[in-house]
């Protein structure tokens, strides 16, 4: 992984971006500039599938820093996030020593308790240093987790040390890059988004979904990435459960494309709204003659556009 410079000016930043296939507004660049820049995380919040966690992958693949993920989940506890003593081989050790005839506890319970025991789990390892840079840490989906697991985070994005009762304490010579995503399931604490640098993920106008399509989909013809995105962006304007993301926009294009679809017609879309849709309401809201109906007003405007 070739090792690059951190981006000078919010220019660089989207060009760095673009390096790596990512089409970003510059008010996310100057946002990500400033996050490198000053060492703050930065907090990315949005619906989901809008792209944030692309973006910490990006950050990792421009920069050739390791990607460390925290995936969280309700009930994510220190154990899975941070470290945990590796039990059965305390265990052997332990009676390894007894069979020895080794009698001295304190020096057994210093031995079990060293390092070498210590199973690192993603928050650990990014306090480690690495040849190649500090890491790009990914918190994703913060909202998941609930208040306590945010309060310890507290530390961590403060100070970026963690303390090991049996070891002490252990700080990072050179901060992590942190980014930290929410689906915005629930509010998260304003102690942790102090932390942080703040920027709203949202939906893409139609401009730069057309230019994200054909950079992640480059088969697909002009006509029909006009037309999905068209379609996408008027389906977003409906009332349903959960409007389609970017990351939906890219698995229906995908799908078309591989059903050599060459135009969007009522019936090819109804037959393909699972690639786009991921709830039953949503699909059954969009009947035949919704779907006609939507398709006619996006081939029109698009019409009206040339």
């Keep these: 992984m070739t090792i690059t410079p951190l981006p000078t000016s ?5 060009e760095l971006m673009a390096k ?9 660049a100057t946002v990500l500039y400033l996050a490198l820049r000053m060492g ?3 907090f990315l919040e949005g619906e989901a599938g809008v792209g944030k966690t692309e973006i910490a992958k990006v950050l990792s693949a421009a920069l050739g820093r390791r990607l460390i993920r ?6 994510l506890d220190i154990s899975s996030a941070v470290y945990e003593w590796n039990y059965g081989a305390q265990m052997i050790a332990i009676r390894m020593a007894e069979a020895q005839g080794e009698g001295d506890r ?5 031995d079990v308790f060293s390092e070498r025991f210590l199973i690192k789990r993603p928050l650990l390892q990014a306090l480690e240093p690495d040849p190649a840079g500090p890491p790009v ?3 994703d989906e913060i909202d998941r987790t609930d208040e306590a697991f945010e309060a310890f985070l507290l530390e961590v994005l403060a100070d970026f040390q963690i ?10 010579a050179q901060p992590p890059i942190v980014v930290v995503t929410s689906n915005r399931t629930r509010e998260v604490h304003d102690a942790l988004k102090r932390r942080c640098l703040y920027h709203w993920v949202g939906y893409p106008n139609a401009e730069r979904e057309l230019k994200i399509l054909r950079t992640k989909v480059p088969g697909i013809s002009r006509k029909l990435s006009e037309q999905v995105v ?11 459960f959960k409007s389609p993301g970017v990351a939906e926009t890219l698995d229906w294009a995908g799908a078309l494309t591989e059903l050599d679809v060459v135009a969007l017609d009522p019936a090819t879309v109804s037959d393909t709204l699972g690639a786009l849709l991921k709830y039953q309401d949503d699909i059954a809201r969009l009947d035949g003659t919704k779907v006609k109906a939507l398709l006619d007003e996006v081939k029109s405007e698009l019409r009206a556009a040339e």
């Design 106 to 110: 304190a020096r057994i319970e210093h």
């Design 163 to 172: 303390t090991v009762p049996e070891l002490g304490t252990v700080k990072a």
């Design 20 to 28: 790596a296939g990512y089409v970003g507004d510059r008010a996310l």
């Design 70 to 75: 925290l995936q969280c989940y309700e009930g």
């Design 230 to 240: 068209a379609f996408v962006q008027a389906l977003r304007k409906e009332d349903l």
């Design 137 to 139: 840490l990914l918190i």
């Design 10 to 14: 919010i220019d660089e930043t989207l």
């Design 40 to 42: 703050r995380p930065l």
